[in-house]
């Protein structure tokens, strides 16, 4: 009756209407007849031989596998039973931990692995670098016939550049020694106003009259808008025909004023001493009160260099009450013993009692000398006598006077803490 389900065409239902059964019976025995048939054809049998040399067949789900016969020690009772599973549960666990070693092991191959390709990268990328660096110097360097043309011309230019040399120095033997440029007499047209400068005294301090032998004359050109003149300064020479003595009245100095402000100091000189200079002033405002005053003021910070002058030669340099202002101190005292024989610098004392005892008190120091508060202050560079004279001795200046003020008057005992102001005068050693 499964047979006959199983025809071609047939159908379960009227096999089992006919004959009387219920369907569903029907339908599952020809569900496992399927089963078990298709299980007996994916089955092969293999023959097992056994102790007593018998071969047992063994049913095997893998027919594409070629195994070797296995040989099964059949034997009764259950102790034989409970062995043969321990062999195979040992079995099973001796085979999984060959297969985590095996997994280990490939792991460690792997590591090596992307180690070692690593290396070979690092050493490709140093081998690459490397050749850049061999190949490429060589090739810049010049050939030997092209580097032997250089030295040639190489020496052959050193070779003319000796004999212009030797050209030159005999040039300069032969010229001797060059004269000194000396300056042309003023116009003779232009009107000229003399002044005569002759000695207070007469009379010599031997006692004898003096007599008259000569004079100097010396001419500076003066100019009003607008009007040239020539101021003539006539000394006269006095001398005594019993000792021998000249006498002879000063020659006016000839002085510059760095940081002149208003011009008051170098228009004070002029009037009262008959001196002549410039001044050197920055600010706009104080130029403009220099004109006024009549002083001759060129506009030039100090402290970039006085290179302007560099032609002229001063008998005094003056820095009066500024060099606290300054930036770069050493430099403008090194560009005024450069340009004149003496220098004199003015300071304000910040060593007298007064600046101690405002800070004392908790305030900075406010005085005539230093009239600026803290916020609005230019002072820079405060210092003391003390301070001042070891400076001046560090730069190679040695000091031909001081003098000590406070409030206009002269102070002699403890100058360095009662007065106010403090007045050096130098020069180079």
């Known amino acids: 009756m499964v047979q006959a389900c199983q025809g071609p065409g047939v159908s379960i239902a009227s096999v089992a ?11 599952r025995w020809v569900t496992d007849r399927e089963r078990s048939s298709a299980l007996q054809s994916v089955m092969t049998q293999r023959p097992v031989q056994t102790m007593a040399g ?28 409970r062995e043969f599973a321990a062999s195979m549960v040992s079995q099973l666990t001796d085979s999984r931990s060959q297969l985590l070693d095996s997994q280990k092991q490939l792991s460690d191959t792997q590591q090596d692995n992307r180690l070692k390709q690593f290396k070979i990268d690092q050493l490709t990328h140093e081998m690459a670098i490397l050749k850049r660096w061999k190949f490429t110097a060589r090739s810049e360097q010049r050939q030997g016939e092209l580097r032997h043309l250089f030295d040639e011309t190489f020496e052959a230019d050193l070779e003319a550049i000796g004999l212009e040399l030797e050209a030159l120095k005999s040039a300069d033997a032969k010229a001797g020694p060059k004269a000194q440029p000396k300056r042309a007499p003023l116009p003779a047209n232009l009107p000229r106003i003399e002044f005569r400068h002759e000695p207070s005294e007469s009379v010599c301090a031997c006692g004898c009259a003096l007599k008259r032998i000569g004079e100097d004359v010396a001419e500076k050109l003066d100019y009003t808008p607008g009007v040239f003149t020539v101021h003539r300064h006539i000394r006269g020479k006095w001398v005594c025909t019993k000792c ?3 006498i002879q009245a000063p020659v006016a100095a000839h002085v510059i004023d760095l940081g002149c402000g208003d011009g008051a100091l170098l228009d004070h000189l002029q009037r009262s001493k008959r001196c002549t200079g410039y001044g050197a002033e920055i600010d706009d405002a104080q130029v403009l009160a220099c004109a006024r005053r009549g002083v001759d003021v060129i506009q030039q910070d100090i402290e970039a260099g006085l290179d302007v002058f560099a032609g002229s030669r001063f008998d005094v340099v003056v820095l009066s009450m500024a060099i606290q202002a300054t930036h770069q101190t050493e430099r403008v005292l090194r560009e005024m013993s450069r340009l004149g024989t003496e220098g004199i610098v003015s300071f304000p004392n910040f060593g007298h009692w007064s600046p101690a005892w405002s800070i004392l008190r908790g305030r900075m120091p406010i005085s005539r000398e230093m009239p600026y508060r803290w916020y609005d202050t230019p002072n820079l560079h405060l210092s003391t006598p003390k301070d001042f004279e070891g400076f001046l001795e560090g730069l190679g200046l040695a000091i031909t006077r001081r003098a000590f003020l406070a409030d206009g008057r002269p102070v002699g005992v403890m100058a360095g803490l009662r007065c106010t102001q403090a007045i050096y005068g130098f020069r180079v050693r």
């Open 17 to 27: 209407l006919a004959n009387g059964m219920n369907a569903n019976l029907l339908r």
């Open 244 to 246: 021998q003595t000249l």
């Open 54 to 81: 018998q071969f047992v067949p063994v049913a095997l789900s893998r027919p594409d596998i070629e195994l070797e016969p296995i040989r099964i020690e059949i034997r009764k009772g259950s102790d034989q039973l």
